[in-house]
């Protein structure tokens, strides 16, 4: 059982909704970062989504491309990725992180290394955006054999013939993807993500969290509700990208963690 | 060989789209059943014979194919040593060998129902040529260029807005091939339903590199057929110039088993294949990596980011290859080597004064290792070169490296 799984079946013990935080490693430098991580769990946050920076990350938007950029420039790597979740581990040991990127810096450090590195850091589990079901020999399966979670996206385009491929190794959740597109783009929409949620569960017993799309505490509230929890990135890095103090950035995230509890 | 399937170089790829470890399917969950789709379909259209005839008739009467095998007698001379022809696909209606594989691809759009056509360019020419086939057709047409682009391909930029094109100017990154590729993946996800990604190269995930190879086939289908009748024999040589690796997968492909065939595939040196990473050389100078779909050869640093190229040429200014190169390169079958900026633009020049023909930047890359391998081969051993491309679009680019001015 990792962290992430200790957390869901706390929430849903508890009757309560999950609200995950994303932000980038090492945006806007890492000191920074790391001070933003760490208030995190005490924001309200009952999942942290730490993305991995990419110089091509190719399912994100403009507001990600540039943290993942801001990052990459004040020299951040996969190693100093590791890094902050150490630091964390030190004061928090409860906390889910969930590492998220892309294949070819984990791909370049070799995946064996990575596996036994990312485990030893902390992490519990993984999305890697460009690995889909068809390649899960690559790290999907290595990483469960070493007990971290593989979290797997399920999207609008994953019609009913696919899902059970979709939800075949995949663990600690379900990232339902709102909408088509790349992240910080349009609104999600309850009424159209409550169907394909309610789809999803009735194929598992895993939590289904929705992301993408989501930018306001109202937004996290209605879209909690119809689903295990609710995720939000972009909205946080754009204050962050705006150069606003830590505590304001944690206030944010506070406001967004209460609408998604309130759900 | 040839005879033995067991052996072939030809059977790739795999079901999951590999040559070796190379190639597969590294995309987003939204865009996997869109090239499941697409893979079904192109299938579909593989063994039909009315999508063949289609083609056909539009490569022969719209494209202008077969494309002459020329052989180059003055340069021949001025070398002094093997006997050189070129393969003409410059010739092509667009002036490059992108439209063969365009057609392929928007014949099978329009069988799939798609009606929107997204594509990446670097030198403009792919843009070039899927704006002419979805003008042909009434296709809406969106090309992704990077904003550097832009800048040094202004002409093709023109010509793709003539032909009813939208054209965005990418400015990620250093706004070349590589983040126009990004930036059209981004458009394909947004919009799955009525999209179709038409890829200019061999590279992506799976079926691309293979469709993509398989459109452009013809070249090396029509070089063999060309220099039997010339010559009563196989070339002893074959050499073209690599971006992300079509025109030379098109011109290689079909002489994978023909064991006597020499393949060399010329990669851009930029300002030489040094630490500082100023080449666009993927398979001299880099390392295995996963971008845009595929697992292949890329220019990437310690830590696995991906380094940008350079190239004085615009189409071959990525950091990757397609993955079938970067197998054969593995295996062994075919050989790469890279070619400075200022050799390319020694043998851009050459060619012009000695056979009246202005290339392209990227087949002056494949021409300036002629220039160096032609002198220490026998008269009697022939080189089949691929002119992919004419040279319309770059006399800006040459101008300014030759220091001669163009306002009139
Ligand atoms: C004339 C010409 N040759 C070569 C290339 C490089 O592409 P590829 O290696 O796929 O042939 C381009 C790309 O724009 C081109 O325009």
């Known amino acids: 059982m990792t962290r992430i799984d200790a957390k869901f079946a706390k929430l849903k013990a508890e009757g309560r909704k999950g609200f995950v935080a994303y932000v980038m490693g090492g945006d806007p430098d890492y000191e920074t970062s790391l001070e933003i991580v760490k208030g995190l769990p005490a924001a309200g946050v009952d999942v942290i989504e730490l993305g991995m920076p990419f110089t091509d990350p190719m399912a994100d938007g403009p507001t990600i491309q540039l943290a993942g950029q801001r990052a990459l420039a004040q020299g951040q790597t996969l190693e100093k990725t590791l890094q902050m979740v150490r630091e964390l581990r030190k004061d928090d040991n409860e906390t889910p992180v969930v590492m998220m990127g892309y294949y070819n810096p984990i791909y370049s450090r070799g995946v064996d290394k990575f596996l036994v590195d990312a485990k030893e850091a902390g992490v519990d589990g993984l999305i890697v955006v460009d690995l889909p079901p068809e390649e899960d020999g690559e790290l999907c399966i290595p990483a469960q054999k070493m007990g971290l979670n593989f979290i797997r996206l399920a999207t609008p385009t994953t019609d009913d013939k696919r899902l059970p491929k979709v939800l075949t190794n995949t663990s600690g959740f379900v990232y339902y993807v709102s909408i088509t597109g790349i992240t910080g783009a349009a609104n999600a929409v309850a009424g159209d993500v409550g169907p394909e949620v309610a789809q999803i569960k009735a194929k598992t017993d895993l939590p289904v969290i929705v992301g993408f799309g989501i930018k306001t505490p109202e937004a996290a509230q209605t879209i909690a509700s119809v689903a295990d929890g609710a995720v939000v990135g972009s909205a946080i890095v754009e204050r962050i990208a705006k150069g606003e103090s830590v505590a304001d950035i944690l206030a944010f995230v506070k406001s967004l963690a209460d609408g998604a509890h309130r759900a | ?408």
């Open chain 2, 1 to 408: 060989m040839a005879n033995d399937l067991f052996n072939s170089f030809m059977r790739g790829p795999d079901e999951n789209g590999r040559f070796g470890d190379f190639g597969g399917r590294f995309v987003s969950e939204t865009l996997m059943p869109l090239i499941l789709d697409l893979e079904a379909e192109y299938e579909k259209a593989k063994t039909d014979a009315s999508f063949w005839a289609e083609m056909d008739d539009l490569w022969a009467n719209y494209v202008g194919r077969p494309s002459p095998l020329y052989h180059a007698e003055r340069l021949t001379e001025h070398l002094g040593g093997a006997k050189i022809y070129m393969k003409r696909d410059e010739l092509n209606h667009t002036g490059a060998h992108k439209i063969n594989n365009v057609l392929g691809q928007i014949i099978l759009a329009r069988r799939m129902g798609k009606t929107r056509i997204i594509a990446e360019t670097g030198a403009g020419q792919h843009g070039v040529a899927t704006a002419t086939v979805c003008a042909k057709f009434g296709l809406k047409c969106i090309v992704y260029m990077g904003a550097h682009d832009v800048e040094r391909q202004a002409p093709n930029v023109f010509r793709m807005r003539l032909l009813g094109a939208t054209v965005i100017p990418v400015t990620s990154g250093r706004g070349t091939l590589k983040d126009a590729m990004n930036d059209a993946l981004r458009d394909w996800v947004t919009n799955v339903r009525d999209t179709f990604y038409c890829i200019g190269t061999v590279a992506g995930p799976h079926p691309y590199p293979a469709m993509v190879r398989d459109f452009q086939s013809i070249i090396g289908k029509e070089a063999k057929e060309q220099m039997m009748k010339a010559e009563g024999r196989l070339p002893d040589t074959i050499i073209a110039a690599i971006g992300g690796g079509s025109n030379a997968m098109g011109l290689f492909f079909p002489f994978l088993d023909d064991e006597s065939v020499r393949i060399i595939g010329v990669e851009a040196g930029g300002k030489g294949v040094n630490e500082k990473m100023e080449h666009c050389a993927s398979l001299t100078g880099g390392r295995p990596g996963v971008l845009h779909g595929n697992r292949t050869y890329l220019l990437q640093d310690d830590d696995g980011q991906i380094l940008e190229g350079f190239s004085i040429s615009a189409g071959l200014d990525y950091p990757g290859i397609g993955p079938e190169h970067a197998w054969l390169h593995d295996v062994g079958r075919a050989e790469y080597v890279s070619i400075t900026d200022k050799e390319a633009l020694e043998a851009f020049q050459l060619c012009c004064e000695l056979e009246g023909i202005i290339p392209a930047l990227e087949p002056s890359h494949a021409l300036a290792h002629v220039m160096k391998i032609a002198p220490t081969l026998p008269k009697d051993h022939l080189i089949c070169m691929n002119m992919c491309g004419r040279g319309d679009k770059d006399i800006f680019t040459v101008a300014k490296h030759l220091g001669f001015d163009m306002k009139i």
